[in-house]
Protein backbone atom coordinates (compact mmCIF):
# COMPACT_ATOMS: atom_id res chain seq x y z
CA UNK A 1 0.00 0.00 0.00
CA UNK A 2 1.07 3.23 -1.11
CA UNK A 3 0.01 5.34 2.27
CA UNK A 4 2.25 7.65 4.23
CA UNK A 5 2.80 6.06 7.58
CA UNK A 6 1.82 9.39 10.01
CA UNK A 7 2.09 9.31 13.66
CA UNK A 8 3.75 12.12 15.22
CA UNK A 9 1.46 15.32 16.23
CA UNK A 10 3.44 17.84 13.78
CA UNK A 11 2.05 16.51 10.86
CA UNK A 12 -1.18 17.92 11.80
CA UNK A 13 -0.41 21.50 10.46
CA UNK A 14 -1.85 20.85 6.62
CA UNK A 15 -0.19 21.10 4.04
CA UNK A 16 0.16 24.92 1.78
CA UNK A 17 -3.44 25.25 -0.07
CA UNK A 18 -4.78 21.89 1.11
CA UNK A 19 -7.74 22.20 4.26
CA UNK A 20 -6.95 19.05 5.40
CA UNK A 21 -5.19 17.09 8.41
CA UNK A 22 -5.05 13.64 6.93
CA UNK A 23 -5.78 13.24 3.37
CA UNK A 24 -7.18 10.28 1.56
CA UNK A 25 -3.91 8.61 1.83
CA UNK A 26 -2.62 9.70 5.14
CA UNK A 27 -2.62 7.52 7.99
CA UNK A 28 -3.62 8.96 11.68
CA UNK A 29 -2.47 7.56 14.59
CA UNK A 30 -4.28 4.36 15.75
CA UNK A 31 -5.96 5.97 18.46
CA UNK A 32 -7.36 9.06 16.54
CA UNK A 33 -8.65 6.34 13.81
CA UNK A 34 -10.51 5.24 16.96
CA UNK A 35 -11.89 8.28 17.97
CA UNK A 36 -12.69 9.45 14.76
CA UNK A 37 -14.15 6.19 13.68
CA UNK A 38 -16.37 5.67 16.34
CA UNK A 39 -17.73 9.67 15.24
CA UNK A 40 -18.59 8.52 12.07
CA UNK A 41 -20.07 5.31 13.63
CA UNK A 42 -22.52 7.31 15.54
CA UNK A 43 -23.25 9.82 12.54
CA UNK A 44 -24.61 6.84 10.76
CA UNK A 45 -26.47 4.90 13.58
CA UNK A 46 -29.03 6.88 13.17
CA UNK A 47 -29.88 5.80 9.25
CA UNK A 48 -29.07 2.62 9.25
CA UNK A 49 -30.95 1.47 12.79
CA UNK A 50 -33.99 3.51 11.15
CA UNK A 51 -34.03 0.82 8.22
CA UNK A 52 -34.65 -2.32 10.83
CA UNK A 53 -37.33 -0.04 12.46
CA UNK A 54 -39.58 0.80 9.77
CA UNK A 55 -39.46 -2.87 8.44
CA UNK A 56 -40.49 -4.34 11.77
CA UNK A 57 -44.03 -3.58 10.97
CA UNK A 58 -44.67 -4.82 7.89
CA UNK A 59 -42.10 -7.71 8.43
CA UNK A 60 -45.10 -8.56 11.41
CA UNK A 61 -42.03 -8.25 14.17
CA UNK A 62 -43.60 -4.27 16.15
CA UNK A 63 -44.32 -6.50 18.74
CA UNK A 64 -40.97 -8.95 18.68
CA UNK A 65 -38.02 -7.16 20.24
CA UNK A 66 -36.19 -10.28 20.14
CA UNK A 67 -36.31 -10.45 16.29
CA UNK A 68 -35.24 -6.60 16.24
CA UNK A 69 -32.45 -7.04 17.63
CA UNK A 70 -31.56 -9.90 15.70
CA UNK A 71 -32.08 -7.87 12.50
CA UNK A 72 -30.17 -4.30 13.59
CA UNK A 73 -27.06 -6.37 14.60
CA UNK A 74 -27.00 -7.61 10.97
CA UNK A 75 -27.32 -4.76 9.47
CA UNK A 76 -24.39 -3.21 11.09
CA UNK A 77 -22.08 -6.16 10.93
CA UNK A 78 -23.25 -6.12 7.18
CA UNK A 79 -22.47 -2.61 6.94
CA UNK A 80 -19.51 -2.94 8.63
CA UNK A 81 -18.11 -5.42 5.97
CA UNK A 82 -19.35 -3.66 3.28
CA UNK A 83 -17.39 -0.75 4.27
CA UNK A 84 -13.94 -2.15 4.53
CA UNK A 85 -14.80 -3.73 0.96
CA UNK A 86 -15.70 -0.17 -0.14
CA UNK A 87 -12.50 1.61 0.92
CA UNK A 88 -9.76 -1.63 0.47
CA UNK A 89 -11.25 -2.51 -2.97
CA UNK A 90 -14.01 -0.40 -4.07
CA UNK A 91 -13.50 2.93 -5.13
CA UNK A 92 -10.72 3.20 -2.08
CA UNK A 93 -12.51 6.50 -0.83
CA UNK A 94 -13.03 7.32 2.94
CA UNK A 95 -17.07 6.27 2.59
CA UNK A 96 -18.76 4.60 4.78
CA UNK A 97 -21.63 1.83 3.61
CA UNK A 98 -24.79 1.65 5.16
CA UNK A 99 -28.65 0.33 4.93
CA UNK A 100 -29.94 2.43 1.88
CA UNK A 101 -33.97 3.79 1.92
CA UNK A 102 -34.08 3.69 -1.69
CA UNK A 103 -34.28 -0.32 -1.25
CA UNK A 104 -37.35 0.93 1.63
CA UNK A 105 -40.20 1.57 -1.19
CA UNK A 106 -40.11 -1.39 -2.82
CA UNK A 107 -39.62 -3.50 -0.06
CA UNK A 108 -43.03 -1.61 1.38
CA UNK A 109 -44.54 -2.18 -2.01
CA UNK A 110 -44.01 -6.12 -2.23
CA UNK A 111 -44.60 -6.63 1.41
CA UNK A 112 -47.94 -4.58 1.10
CA UNK A 113 -49.27 -7.36 -1.25
CA UNK A 114 -52.58 -9.09 0.13
CA UNK A 115 -50.32 -12.18 0.58
CA UNK A 116 -48.00 -10.71 2.89
CA UNK A 117 -50.28 -8.83 5.35
CA UNK A 118 -49.58 -9.78 8.99
CA UNK A 119 -52.48 -12.36 10.25
CA UNK A 120 -54.22 -10.09 13.15
CA UNK A 121 -53.65 -11.24 16.69
CA UNK A 122 -55.67 -14.47 17.83
CA UNK A 123 -56.36 -15.24 13.89
CA UNK A 124 -55.32 -17.71 11.67
CA UNK A 125 -53.99 -16.76 8.49
CA UNK A 126 -56.38 -17.04 5.20
CA UNK A 127 -56.25 -21.29 4.16
CA UNK A 128 -56.63 -20.09 0.39
CA UNK A 129 -53.53 -17.92 1.02
CA UNK A 130 -51.40 -18.52 -1.51
CA UNK A 131 -48.44 -19.47 0.69
CA UNK A 132 -48.07 -22.35 2.62
CA UNK A 133 -50.38 -21.74 5.42
CA UNK A 134 -48.53 -24.46 7.88
CA UNK A 135 -45.50 -21.67 7.81
CA UNK A 136 -47.71 -18.88 8.93
CA UNK A 137 -49.11 -20.50 11.95
CA UNK A 138 -45.77 -20.26 13.66
CA UNK A 139 -44.79 -16.58 14.03
CA UNK A 140 -41.11 -16.70 14.18
CA UNK A 141 -41.48 -18.72 10.85
CA UNK A 142 -44.42 -15.81 9.58
CA UNK A 143 -41.86 -13.06 9.42
CA UNK A 144 -38.83 -15.06 8.10
CA UNK A 145 -40.83 -16.21 5.09
CA UNK A 146 -41.16 -12.58 4.41
CA UNK A 147 -37.68 -11.92 4.66
CA UNK A 148 -36.67 -14.87 2.41
CA UNK A 149 -38.75 -13.20 -0.08
CA UNK A 150 -37.08 -10.02 0.36
CA UNK A 151 -33.83 -11.39 0.39
CA UNK A 152 -34.28 -13.06 -2.70
CA UNK A 153 -35.82 -9.52 -4.91
CA UNK A 154 -32.19 -7.64 -3.18
CA UNK A 155 -29.82 -10.31 -4.12
CA UNK A 156 -31.16 -10.82 -7.75
CA UNK A 157 -31.84 -6.87 -8.23
CA UNK A 158 -27.98 -5.89 -6.65
CA UNK A 159 -26.54 -8.35 -10.13
CA UNK A 160 -27.88 -4.98 -12.10
CA UNK A 161 -25.04 -3.07 -10.10
CA UNK A 162 -22.71 -5.44 -10.56
CA UNK A 163 -23.12 -5.89 -14.39
CA UNK A 164 -22.68 -2.26 -14.38
CA UNK A 165 -19.99 -1.79 -12.95
CA UNK A 166 -18.11 -4.42 -13.88
CA UNK A 167 -19.14 -4.45 -17.79
CA UNK A 168 -18.10 -0.35 -17.59
CA UNK A 169 -21.44 0.64 -18.57
CA UNK A 170 -21.36 3.49 -16.06
CA UNK A 171 -18.14 4.74 -17.08
CA UNK A 172 -19.34 5.24 -20.44
CA UNK A 173 -21.84 7.50 -19.27
CA UNK A 174 -19.43 9.63 -17.09
CA UNK A 175 -17.75 10.50 -20.07
CA UNK A 176 -20.47 12.66 -20.70
CA UNK A 177 -21.39 13.95 -17.59
CA UNK A 178 -19.78 17.40 -16.31
CA UNK A 179 -20.68 20.02 -13.37
CA UNK A 180 -23.33 21.15 -15.13
CA UNK A 181 -24.80 17.55 -14.11
CA UNK A 182 -22.83 17.05 -10.66
CA UNK A 183 -23.84 19.89 -9.07
CA UNK A 184 -27.86 19.06 -8.90
CA UNK A 185 -27.11 15.79 -8.59
CA UNK A 186 -24.81 16.52 -5.21
CA UNK A 187 -26.89 19.41 -4.22
CA UNK A 188 -29.99 17.37 -4.33
CA UNK A 189 -28.60 14.60 -2.41
CA UNK A 190 -28.51 17.19 0.73
CA UNK A 191 -31.87 19.57 -0.24
CA UNK A 192 -33.82 16.47 -0.51
CA UNK A 193 -33.76 15.29 3.13
CA UNK A 194 -34.86 18.78 4.63
CA UNK A 195 -38.28 17.55 5.67
CA UNK A 196 -36.54 14.46 7.54
CA UNK A 197 -34.21 17.16 9.59
CA UNK A 198 -36.82 19.32 9.88
CA UNK A 199 -38.85 16.55 11.31
CA UNK A 200 -36.24 15.23 14.08
CA UNK A 201 -34.86 18.99 15.02
CA UNK A 202 -38.97 20.41 15.10
CA UNK A 203 -38.72 17.84 18.28
CA UNK A 204 -37.00 20.50 20.45
CA UNK A 205 -35.72 23.61 18.44
CA UNK A 206 -34.09 24.51 21.43
CA UNK A 207 -31.46 21.14 21.96
CA UNK A 208 -31.48 20.98 17.82
CA UNK A 209 -30.12 24.85 17.81
CA UNK A 210 -27.93 23.98 20.86
CA UNK A 211 -26.03 21.32 18.73
CA UNK A 212 -26.23 23.37 15.64
CA UNK A 213 -24.23 25.91 17.85
CA UNK A 214 -21.97 23.68 19.33
CA UNK A 215 -20.47 21.99 16.14
CA UNK A 216 -20.55 25.85 14.44
CA UNK A 217 -18.01 26.38 17.73
CA UNK A 218 -15.88 23.20 17.72
CA UNK A 219 -15.60 23.20 13.85
CA UNK A 220 -14.74 26.77 13.08
CA UNK A 221 -15.09 29.28 15.79
CA UNK A 222 -12.28 27.03 18.01
CA UNK A 223 -10.68 25.05 15.31
CA UNK A 224 -7.21 27.01 15.62
CA UNK A 225 -7.52 26.66 19.27
CA UNK A 226 -4.95 23.26 20.47
CA UNK A 227 -5.63 21.63 23.51
CA UNK A 228 -2.72 21.16 25.43
CA UNK A 229 -2.16 16.94 26.50
CA UNK A 230 0.06 15.23 28.40
CA UNK A 231 2.10 11.90 27.51
CA UNK A 232 4.49 9.82 28.38
CA UNK A 233 7.81 9.56 25.51
CA UNK A 234 11.41 8.53 26.07
CA UNK A 235 10.64 8.05 29.68
CA UNK A 236 9.56 11.58 30.11
CA UNK A 237 6.09 13.68 30.49
CA UNK A 238 5.74 15.89 27.82
CA UNK A 239 3.55 18.43 26.90
CA UNK A 240 1.81 18.84 23.42
CA UNK A 241 -1.22 20.62 22.04
CA UNK A 242 -3.40 19.02 19.32
CA UNK A 243 -6.68 19.78 17.13
CA UNK A 244 -9.11 18.24 19.31
CA UNK A 245 -11.87 20.30 18.69
CA UNK A 246 -11.63 20.59 14.93
CA UNK A 247 -10.86 16.82 14.39
CA UNK A 248 -14.08 15.91 16.54
CA UNK A 249 -16.24 18.59 16.23
CA UNK A 250 -19.18 16.92 15.24
CA UNK A 251 -18.47 14.38 18.59
CA UNK A 252 -18.28 16.85 20.79
CA UNK A 253 -21.13 19.28 19.48
CA UNK A 254 -23.63 16.09 19.44
CA UNK A 255 -22.26 14.59 23.05
CA UNK A 256 -22.79 17.93 24.99
CA UNK A 257 -26.43 18.50 23.67
CA UNK A 258 -27.03 14.71 24.72
CA UNK A 259 -25.41 15.02 28.13
CA UNK A 260 -27.94 17.95 28.66
CA UNK A 261 -30.28 16.30 27.13
CA UNK A 262 -29.89 13.37 29.79
CA UNK A 263 -29.75 16.04 32.60
CA UNK A 264 -32.83 17.87 31.86
CA UNK A 265 -34.60 13.96 31.42
CA UNK A 266 -32.92 12.99 34.89
CA UNK A 267 -34.54 16.03 36.57
CA UNK A 268 -37.88 15.79 35.13
CA UNK A 269 -37.56 18.83 33.30
CA UNK A 270 -38.83 17.76 30.05
CA UNK A 271 -42.38 16.89 29.32
CA UNK A 272 -43.20 13.09 30.18
CA UNK A 273 -46.00 13.11 27.92
CA UNK A 274 -45.90 11.99 24.53
CA UNK A 275 -48.11 14.46 23.32
CA UNK A 276 -46.44 16.95 24.81
CA UNK A 277 -43.03 19.32 23.13
CA UNK A 278 -40.13 18.52 23.75
CA UNK A 279 -40.77 14.85 24.98
CA UNK A 280 -38.43 13.38 22.27
CA UNK A 281 -35.60 15.20 23.64
CA UNK A 282 -35.87 12.86 26.54
CA UNK A 283 -33.01 9.89 26.55
CA UNK A 284 -35.39 7.68 28.68
CA UNK A 285 -37.77 6.88 25.93
CA UNK A 286 -36.36 4.06 24.10
CA UNK A 287 -34.49 2.50 27.12
CA UNK A 288 -36.50 -0.85 26.94
CA UNK A 289 -34.33 -1.58 23.92
CA UNK A 290 -31.27 -1.19 25.58
CA UNK A 291 -32.57 -3.72 28.08
CA UNK A 292 -33.98 -6.04 25.14
CA UNK A 293 -30.81 -6.01 23.44
CA UNK A 294 -29.07 -9.48 23.27
CA UNK A 295 -25.33 -9.55 24.80
CA UNK A 296 -23.93 -11.54 22.10
CA UNK A 297 -24.67 -12.00 18.91
CA UNK A 298 -23.27 -13.63 15.71
CA UNK A 299 -25.03 -13.43 11.80
CA UNK A 300 -24.43 -15.40 9.65
CA UNK A 301 -26.02 -16.10 5.81
CA UNK A 302 -28.99 -18.19 5.66
CA UNK A 303 -29.74 -17.10 9.64
CA UNK A 304 -33.68 -16.63 8.13
CA UNK A 305 -33.91 -19.80 5.30
CA UNK A 306 -32.84 -19.89 2.04
CA UNK A 307 -33.85 -16.42 -0.14
CA UNK A 308 -37.28 -17.41 -2.46
CA UNK A 309 -37.19 -15.27 -6.16
CA UNK A 310 -40.21 -14.21 -7.49
CA UNK A 311 -39.73 -11.74 -11.01
CA UNK A 312 -42.40 -8.79 -9.47
CA UNK A 313 -40.59 -8.43 -6.49
CA UNK A 314 -36.95 -8.56 -8.47
CA UNK A 315 -38.21 -6.03 -10.73
CA UNK A 316 -39.49 -3.65 -8.21
CA UNK A 317 -35.94 -3.56 -6.25
CA UNK A 318 -34.00 -2.96 -9.68
CA UNK A 319 -35.63 0.61 -9.25
CA UNK A 320 -34.35 0.53 -6.37
CA UNK A 321 -30.87 -0.79 -7.25
CA UNK A 322 -30.84 1.88 -9.92
CA UNK A 323 -31.72 4.80 -7.86
CA UNK A 324 -28.97 3.49 -5.37
CA UNK A 325 -26.41 3.32 -8.11
CA UNK A 326 -27.06 7.13 -9.08
CA UNK A 327 -27.14 8.33 -5.97
CA UNK A 328 -23.41 6.82 -4.98
CA UNK A 329 -21.92 8.39 -7.96
CA UNK A 330 -22.89 11.94 -6.77
CA UNK A 331 -21.51 10.57 -3.10
CA UNK A 332 -18.38 9.30 -4.69
CA UNK A 333 -17.11 13.17 -6.50
CA UNK A 334 -18.28 14.32 -3.17
CA UNK A 335 -16.37 12.29 -0.80
CA UNK A 336 -13.33 13.00 -3.30
CA UNK A 337 -13.81 16.45 -2.97
CA UNK A 338 -13.67 16.84 0.88
CA UNK A 339 -11.32 13.90 1.33
CA UNK A 340 -8.46 16.05 -0.74
CA UNK A 341 -8.33 13.15 -3.92
CA UNK A 342 -8.83 14.71 -6.97
CA UNK A 343 -12.69 13.47 -8.70
CA UNK A 344 -12.25 9.78 -9.34
CA UNK A 345 -11.40 8.13 -12.86
CA UNK A 346 -13.98 5.47 -15.02
CA UNK A 347 -12.14 2.79 -13.33
CA UNK A 348 -13.12 3.68 -9.90
CA UNK A 349 -16.42 4.26 -10.55
CA UNK A 350 -17.25 1.40 -12.09
CA UNK A 351 -15.40 -0.69 -9.25
CA UNK A 352 -17.40 1.26 -6.80
CA UNK A 353 -20.79 0.53 -8.26
CA UNK A 354 -19.35 -3.17 -8.58
CA UNK A 355 -18.61 -3.56 -5.15
CA UNK A 356 -21.67 -1.72 -3.67
CA UNK A 357 -23.79 -4.99 -5.96
CA UNK A 358 -21.78 -7.18 -4.20
CA UNK A 359 -22.51 -5.38 -0.96
CA UNK A 360 -26.27 -5.80 -1.61
CA UNK A 361 -25.84 -9.47 -2.53
CA UNK A 362 -23.81 -10.20 0.86
CA UNK A 363 -26.57 -7.94 2.48
CA UNK A 364 -29.22 -10.56 1.03
CA UNK A 365 -27.00 -13.52 1.86
CA UNK A 366 -26.91 -12.13 5.81
CA UNK A 367 -30.62 -11.35 5.93
CA UNK A 368 -30.71 -7.70 6.69
CA UNK A 369 -33.93 -6.66 4.95
CA UNK A 370 -31.89 -4.40 2.91
CA UNK A 371 -29.03 -3.11 0.24
CA UNK A 372 -25.99 -1.09 1.26
CA UNK A 373 -25.09 2.26 -0.35
CA UNK A 374 -23.12 5.00 0.45
CA UNK A 375 -23.80 7.63 3.41
CA UNK A 376 -24.18 11.19 2.29
CA UNK A 377 -24.31 11.98 6.10
CA UNK A 378 -20.47 10.76 6.53
CA UNK A 379 -19.43 12.26 3.67
CA UNK A 380 -19.91 16.05 4.86
CA UNK A 381 -18.51 14.97 8.05
CA UNK A 382 -15.11 14.84 6.58
CA UNK A 383 -15.81 18.59 5.57
CA UNK A 384 -16.10 19.48 9.00
CA UNK A 385 -13.51 17.18 10.70
CA UNK A 386 -11.23 17.85 7.92
CA UNK A 387 -10.43 14.57 8.03
CA UNK A 388 -10.68 12.69 4.90
CA UNK A 389 -8.01 9.27 5.68
CA UNK A 390 -9.16 6.12 4.03
CA UNK A 391 -8.16 4.43 7.01
CA UNK A 392 -10.60 5.91 9.58
CA UNK A 393 -13.44 4.84 7.41
CA UNK A 394 -11.64 1.20 7.45
CA UNK A 395 -11.52 1.33 10.93
CA UNK A 396 -15.39 2.53 11.21
CA UNK A 397 -15.99 -0.35 9.17
CA UNK A 398 -14.04 -3.04 11.47
CA UNK A 399 -16.03 -1.18 14.87
CA UNK A 400 -19.60 -1.89 13.10
CA UNK A 401 -18.71 -5.49 12.84
CA UNK A 402 -17.55 -6.18 16.05
CA UNK A 403 -19.87 -3.78 17.93
CA UNK A 404 -22.83 -5.17 15.58
CA UNK A 405 -21.87 -8.17 18.02
CA UNK A 406 -22.50 -6.59 20.58
CA UNK A 407 -26.22 -5.57 20.76
CA UNK A 408 -26.23 -3.84 24.25
CA UNK A 409 -23.95 -1.28 23.09
CA UNK A 410 -25.27 -0.78 19.91
CA UNK A 411 -28.78 -0.53 21.52
CA UNK A 412 -26.92 2.63 23.69
CA UNK A 413 -26.82 4.52 20.96
CA UNK A 414 -30.60 4.56 20.78
CA UNK A 415 -31.31 6.72 23.66
CA UNK A 416 -29.44 9.92 21.22
CA UNK A 417 -32.66 11.94 21.52
CA UNK A 418 -34.12 12.95 17.97
CA UNK A 419 -33.31 16.50 18.16
CA UNK A 420 -29.93 16.14 18.52
CA UNK A 421 -30.04 14.09 15.85
CA UNK A 422 -31.79 16.76 13.75
CA UNK A 423 -29.18 19.54 14.79
CA UNK A 424 -26.85 16.97 13.14
CA UNK A 425 -28.59 16.93 9.95
CA UNK A 426 -29.08 20.72 9.89
CA UNK A 427 -25.49 21.17 9.35
CA UNK A 428 -23.93 17.98 7.77
CA UNK A 429 -26.98 18.25 4.63
CA UNK A 430 -26.13 21.59 4.71
CA UNK A 431 -22.48 20.99 3.71
CA UNK A 432 -23.62 18.32 1.16
CA UNK A 433 -25.48 20.77 -0.57
CA UNK A 434 -22.68 23.41 -0.52
CA UNK A 435 -20.41 20.58 -1.86
CA UNK A 436 -22.12 20.21 -4.80
CA UNK A 437 -22.74 23.99 -5.86
CA UNK A 438 -19.29 24.11 -4.90
CA UNK A 439 -18.72 21.97 -8.50
CA UNK A 440 -20.21 25.22 -10.41
CA UNK A 441 -16.58 27.05 -9.67
CA UNK A 442 -15.62 25.41 -13.29
CA UNK A 443 -18.48 26.94 -14.97
CA UNK A 444 -19.56 30.38 -16.61
CA UNK A 445 -22.09 31.60 -14.43
CA UNK A 446 -22.30 34.40 -16.79
CA UNK A 447 -23.80 31.91 -19.36
CA UNK A 448 -27.70 32.30 -19.89
CA UNK A 449 -27.51 28.86 -20.78
CA UNK A 450 -25.87 27.80 -18.05
CA UNK A 451 -28.21 29.47 -15.45
CA UNK A 452 -31.03 28.02 -17.28
CA UNK A 453 -29.68 24.48 -17.10
CA UNK A 454 -28.92 24.50 -13.47
CA UNK A 455 -31.80 26.61 -12.66
CA UNK A 456 -34.63 24.23 -14.17
CA UNK A 457 -32.48 20.56 -13.25
CA UNK A 458 -32.18 21.75 -9.06
CA UNK A 459 -36.04 23.01 -9.18
CA UNK A 460 -37.13 20.06 -10.87
CA UNK A 461 -35.38 18.02 -8.67
CA UNK A 462 -37.28 19.51 -5.84
CA UNK A 463 -41.02 19.74 -7.66
CA UNK A 464 -41.26 16.48 -9.44
CA UNK A 465 -40.96 14.00 -6.40
CA UNK A 466 -42.91 16.03 -4.21
CA UNK A 467 -45.78 16.06 -6.40
CA UNK A 468 -45.36 12.21 -7.03
CA UNK A 469 -45.25 12.04 -3.21
CA UNK A 470 -47.93 13.66 -2.73
CA UNK A 471 -50.04 11.86 -6.17
CA UNK A 472 -49.41 8.06 -5.70
CA UNK A 473 -52.27 7.28 -7.28
CA UNK A 474 -51.52 9.12 -10.47
CA UNK A 475 -49.25 6.17 -12.04
CA UNK A 476 -51.18 3.49 -13.05
CA UNK A 477 -50.27 1.64 -16.25
CA UNK A 478 -51.67 -1.64 -15.55
CA UNK A 479 -48.01 -3.18 -14.78
CA UNK A 480 -47.14 -3.31 -10.99
CA UNK A 481 -43.90 -3.59 -11.26
CA UNK A 482 -43.82 -0.62 -13.75
CA UNK A 483 -45.68 1.34 -11.97
CA UNK A 484 -43.21 1.00 -9.37
CA UNK A 485 -40.04 1.50 -11.17
CA UNK A 486 -41.83 5.15 -12.18
CA UNK A 487 -42.44 5.88 -9.08
CA UNK A 488 -39.40 5.18 -7.57
CA UNK A 489 -37.48 7.06 -10.17
CA UNK A 490 -39.43 10.11 -10.10
CA UNK A 491 -39.16 10.02 -6.16
CA UNK A 492 -35.74 10.11 -5.77
CA UNK A 493 -34.31 13.80 -6.12
CA UNK A 494 -31.14 13.23 -7.22
CA UNK A 495 -32.22 10.86 -10.78
CA UNK A 496 -34.42 14.04 -11.45
CA UNK A 497 -32.16 16.58 -11.24
CA UNK A 498 -28.92 14.66 -12.40
CA UNK A 499 -30.76 13.35 -15.29
CA UNK A 500 -32.21 17.04 -16.92
CA UNK A 501 -28.80 18.21 -16.43
CA UNK A 502 -27.26 15.63 -18.20
CA UNK A 503 -29.74 15.93 -21.01
CA UNK A 504 -29.57 19.62 -21.60
CA UNK A 505 -25.91 20.17 -20.94
CA UNK A 506 -25.31 17.74 -23.50
CA UNK A 507 -27.83 18.47 -26.12
CA UNK A 508 -28.14 22.44 -25.92
CA UNK A 509 -25.08 23.98 -27.76
CA UNK A 510 -22.38 25.22 -25.61
CA UNK A 511 -18.43 25.29 -25.67
CA UNK A 512 -16.24 23.54 -23.31
CA UNK A 513 -15.06 26.13 -21.49
CA UNK A 514 -18.43 28.03 -21.34
CA UNK A 515 -19.91 24.18 -19.73
CA UNK A 516 -16.49 24.05 -17.62
CA UNK A 517 -15.80 20.88 -18.99
CA UNK A 518 -12.29 21.86 -20.24
CA UNK A 519 -10.85 22.52 -16.63
CA UNK A 520 -13.21 19.62 -15.71
CA UNK A 521 -11.05 17.54 -17.57
CA UNK A 522 -8.16 19.13 -16.62
CA UNK A 523 -8.31 18.76 -12.79
CA UNK A 524 -9.31 15.31 -13.75
CA UNK A 525 -6.08 14.20 -14.47
CA UNK A 526 -3.73 17.01 -12.74
CA UNK A 527 -3.72 15.81 -8.48
CA UNK A 528 -0.88 18.24 -7.84
CA UNK A 529 -2.50 22.09 -7.35
CA UNK A 530 -5.57 21.70 -6.27
CA UNK A 531 -5.75 18.08 -4.54
CA UNK A 532 -3.65 16.72 -1.86
CA UNK A 533 -3.26 13.43 -3.56
CA UNK A 534 -2.77 12.41 -6.92
CA UNK A 535 -5.08 9.63 -8.97
CA UNK A 536 -2.29 7.01 -7.46
CA UNK A 537 -4.95 7.15 -4.39
CA UNK A 538 -7.54 4.94 -6.55
CA UNK A 539 -4.69 2.31 -7.08
CA UNK A 540 -5.66 -1.55 -6.02
CA UNK A 541 -3.32 -2.12 -3.01
CA UNK A 542 -0.87 -5.13 -3.44
CA UNK A 543 -1.67 -5.88 -7.14
CA UNK A 544 -0.34 -3.39 -8.48
CA UNK A 545 2.81 -5.13 -9.65
CA UNK A 546 1.21 -7.60 -10.98
CA UNK A 547 -1.06 -5.57 -12.98
CA UNK A 548 2.53 -3.64 -14.50
CA UNK A 549 3.46 -7.35 -15.06
CA UNK A 550 0.39 -8.62 -17.00
CA UNK A 551 -0.07 -5.33 -19.03
CA UNK A 552 -3.46 -6.56 -21.35
CA UNK A 553 -5.71 -6.37 -17.92
CA UNK A 554 -5.50 -2.29 -17.61
CA UNK A 555 -8.14 -2.88 -20.66
CA UNK A 556 -10.61 -3.91 -18.23
CA UNK A 557 -12.88 -0.78 -17.00
CA UNK A 558 -12.77 -1.34 -13.53
CA UNK A 559 -8.72 -1.61 -13.20
CA UNK A 560 -6.51 1.50 -13.31
CA UNK A 561 -4.75 3.02 -16.08
CA UNK A 562 -1.39 2.06 -16.05
CA UNK A 563 1.29 4.38 -15.99
CA UNK A 564 4.90 3.83 -17.56
CA UNK A 565 7.43 3.56 -14.74
CA UNK A 566 10.00 5.50 -16.26
CA UNK A 567 8.12 7.80 -17.67
CA UNK A 568 5.13 8.32 -15.44
CA UNK A 569 2.78 8.97 -18.40
CA UNK A 570 -0.42 7.37 -19.38
CA UNK A 571 0.17 4.32 -21.68
Excluded at 347 to 374: D, P, Q, Y
Excluded at 487 to 507: E, K, P, Q, V
Excluded at 556 to 562: D, E, I, K, S, T
Aim: contains cysteine.
Amino acid sequence: MDELQTDSPQRLDPQPGAKLIYSVNERPPWYLCLLLGLQHYILAFGGILSIPLILAEPLCIKDNPAAQSQLISTIFFVSGICTMLQTTLGTRLPILQGGTFTFITPTLAILALPKWKCPEEGLTPDPNCTLVPASLLDPEEAWKVRMREIQGAILVASLLQVTLGFSGLVGLVLKFIGPLAIAPTISLIGLSLFIQAGQKAGAHWGISALTVCLIFLFSQYLSKVDVPLVTFKDKKWKVFRYPLFKLFSALFGMCGAWLLCFLLTHFNTLPISPADYGYKARTDINLDAVTSAAWFLVPYPGQWGLPTVSLSSVLGMMAGALASTIESIGDYYACARLSGAPPPPTHAVNRGIAVEGLGCILAALWGSGNGTTSYSQNIAALGITRVGSRLVLQTTGLLMVILGLFGKFSAVFITIPDPVIGGMFLVMFGMIAAVGISNLQYVDLNSSRNLLILGFSTFSGLVLPTWFHSNPDMINTGITELDQLIMILFTTHMFIGGFFGFILDNTIPGSDEERGIKRWRENLHDGTSLYSTDQSCYDLPFCMPFLYRYRFLQHLPFLPVLKSQDEGTDL
